[in-house]
């Protein structure tokens, strides 16, 4: 009798790890693989890194698209977990449809992956919704490494851009950048804008032609551009020349 009652505990023992071995098994199931979107204009760009996403995450959805709006239109059939950004395209810019993402899906995380330096557009991406930012010049583990980060709810931001962030804490972000400009900044900012020689902004403004130097200095730092055409592109999508 003792022999079967043993017998008949170990039975038990053995349906419930049983259940437990189907439970564990049903959950893993129920996890869906994660949905990644690369928008690029570049097919070998979208090829690599759709290689790289699937070398990690053998099945996970990844959809593509090459231009603004392909990659619009992509957004608004499927509810994907991470989209990965390029800055510039064919047409309206990668900044412009990213604020179109948050607009239409404020939970799906966007990667920035941009040939632009941290300095040009890492801040403005941030300011306009990206959950990280990312240069094309870096390795494939670095982008799993962000891709998970931004599967887990967070954001990536890398220690030389942390610095970059930490060195603005001053301004407002939530503010245009042309906002962080001085009255005499701003002025000559839209002179520049506007195509006007330095000289001639000097005998405007009767300074002379180092100070006006100096002033597009300090407006290409704190716009965090590298030349004049930056300047007149931002003056322009912004209205701030005629």
């Known amino acids: 009798m003792r022999a079967r009652k043993g017998s008949g505990t170990q039975g038990k023992s053995g349906k419930s790890g049983s259940k437990k071995t189907v439970s564990a098994r049903a ?34 959805v990844v959809g593509q698209a090459g231009n603004f709006q392909s990659g619009l239109e ?9 989209v990965l950004l390029d800055i510039a395209m064919p047409g309206r ?26 300095e040009q ?3 403005r991406s941030l300011k306009s919704g990206a959950d990280g930012y990312l240069t094309k010049d870096v390795v494939g583990q670095e982008v799993l490494a962000a891709i998970k980060r931004l599967l887990a709810g967070g954001k990536y931001i890398r220690p030389s851009l942390a610095e970059k962030l930490a060195s603005y804490l001053d301004v407002d ?31 405007e403004l009767s300074l002379s032609i180092k100070t006006v130097s100096t002033f597009r200095s300090r407006v290409l730092k ?21």
């Open 121 to 123: 557009f890492a801040i």
């Open 27 to 60: 959950a893993a199931q129920s996890v869906e693989p994660p949905k990644v979107l690369i928008i690029d204009d570049h097919p070998l760009v979208r090829r690599g890194l759709m290689e790289t996403i699937q070398g990690e995450f053998p099945d996970a």
């Open 222 to 242: 704190k716009m965090m551009m590298k030349n004049n055409a930056e300047l007149m592109r931002y003056a322009m999508e912004n209205g701030l020349v005629g």
């Open 93 to 118: 810019s990668g900044l412009d449809l990213l604020k179109e993402i948050k607009q239409e899906r404020p939970k799906t995380a966007v990667l920035v992956l941009s040939a632009y330096p941290e």
């Open 173 to 203: 972000i939530s503010k245009p950048l042309h906002h962080t400009l001085t009255d005499r900044e701003y002025q000559v900012m839209r002179m520049i804008a506007s195509g006007q020689t330095p000289k001639k902004i000097a005998a």
């Open 74 to 82: 992509a957004i608004r059939r499927e509810n994907w977990a991470v």
